[in-house]
């Protein structure tokens, strides 16, 4: 009996340690991905691989706290973290949403790059697939994803580099797919691209956030 429970502890221990390496590697290809711009396409799905939805946009980055997700077609939509607050318009619609930054992105696939690193394994168990892919399984139970996978470019010796697609699996197995192309990490974005003014006649719902002194503008390696 002492030993079966020995066991299990030793073989839950081995699981906890590779599970906390598997972070900290992923960590470790973030870590250095201070700006990334890239386009991307984003492909819905069904549980039965039926795609429902197509759009295609712009994204920039500047870690951390920065994130502009642009998209272009079909319909214009903005998602914008500033650093402070997070907003979200719709042309469309005449409307924005602004809430603060700070915990809006916890446990969702955008804090993978917007937040600074240090915080991936207190909301996700990690596992390194190999080849410069890594599954994500969200901790909080009320998240509305069941998993995450994370796909990166691998140089010649198979280590991560930059983005290449991600892929959101939801908990009735309708499937995100967002492909990245024409990526670089090599220019520092503008200073305006995370700034947003309400346009005239938009409704605006929510509150900004409050500053946080960390933030800060990083420059392209």
Do not use: C, K
């Amino acid at each position: 009996m002492f030993a079966r429970v020995a066991l299990a502890v030793g073989i839950a221990g081995a699981l906890h340690a590779t599970e906390a390496d598997d972070a900290a590697r992923l960590e470790a290809v973030l870590a250095p991905l201070a700006t990334f711009e890239a386009d991307f396409e984003q492909v819905v799905t069904d549980a039965d691989g039926i795609a429902l939805e197509t759009s295609t946009g712009r994204m920039t980055l500047n870690r951390p706290g920065r994130l502009r997700w642009e998209v272009r077609e079909p319909w214009p939509q903005l998602v914008l973290a500033d650093g402070i607050s997070l907003w979200v318009h719709e042309p469309d619609l005449e409307q924005a949403t602004v809430r603060p930054l700070a915990g809006a992105l916890a446990g969702t696939p955008a804090m993978l790059l917007v937040e600074a690193p240090g915080s991936l394994a207190t909301h996700f168990a990690v596992v390194e697939e190999g080849n410069g892919r890594f599954l994500l399984l969200p901790r909080d139970e009320r998240s509305l994803y069941q998993a995450l996978h994370l796909e990166f470019d691998a140089d010649d010796a198979g280590a991560a580099t930059v983005p290449r697609s991600l892929v959101i699996v939801d908990h009735m197995n309708r499937t995100t797919h967002v492909r990245f192309t024409n990526a670089t990490t090599a220019t520092l974005p503008a200073a305006e691209l995370f700034e947003f003014a309400v346009p005239p006649g938009t409704d605006l719902i929510g509150e900004t956030g409050t500053a946080q002194p960390a933030i800060q503008v990083s420059e392209a390696p």
